[in-house]
């Protein structure tokens, strides 16, 4: 396991480290997302999908569990799964659906998908931190080592 940490000074740079993941993220990834309420886990989300060129709107997935993207020849899925009452509705949502090489899986709160999620290629953590925030990346898989080698040159 490789691991990266970087401070974050604001929303805007949250959104810009997004934008920099993006570049370094693949098709047939899974990045599981922590963090306490507010810590900017959608707000990094914004910035990968601006970062694969989304112009629209980017809203949290809460009420839906669900927000996919079509872009760049791949699909992007955005799921929050705080609301989720048992892991065992990731089957009702799916989930092995969305899980393939023509996508990318950001999922905020994959702890409530216990034992139905399979094993990410990278942990992003984010934390309130004296200044801002702080960013700290986990590689779990070779793909997910690559995607961190990549974002160490971009900042």
């Known amino acids: ?64 569990l ?3 993207y079509p872009l760049r020849g791949w699909q ?5 799964l705080y609301r989720l009452a048992e892991a065992e509705e990731l089957e009702w949502l799916g989930i092995r659906d969305l899980l393939g090489e023509d996508a990318i899986c950001l999922i905020e709160w994959p702890e409530r998908g216990a034992g139905f999620l399979p094993d990410p290629d990278l942990h992003v953590t984010l934390a309130y931190s004296p200044g ?20 160490e040159k971009l900042v």
Do not use: W
Request: hydrophobic share 40%.
């Open 66 to 68: 669900i927000e996919s």
């Open 1 to 64: 396991m490789a691991m990266h940490e970087m401070l974050l000074a604001n929303a805007v740079a949250t959104e810009a480290a997004g934008g920099h993941l993006s570049a370094c993220c693949r098709g047939g990834q899974l990045v599981f997302l922590h963090g306490p309420l507010g810590a900017g886990k959608t707000t990094l989300v914004r910035g990968f999908l601006r970062g694969l060129g989304h112009a629209g709107a980017v809203k949290s997935p809460t009420y839906n």
């Open 132 to 151: 801002g925030r702080s960013l700290q990346l986990e590689a779990t898989s070779g793909s997910g080592c690559s995607s961190m080698n990549c974002l």
């Open 76 to 80: 992007v899925h955005h799921l929050d």
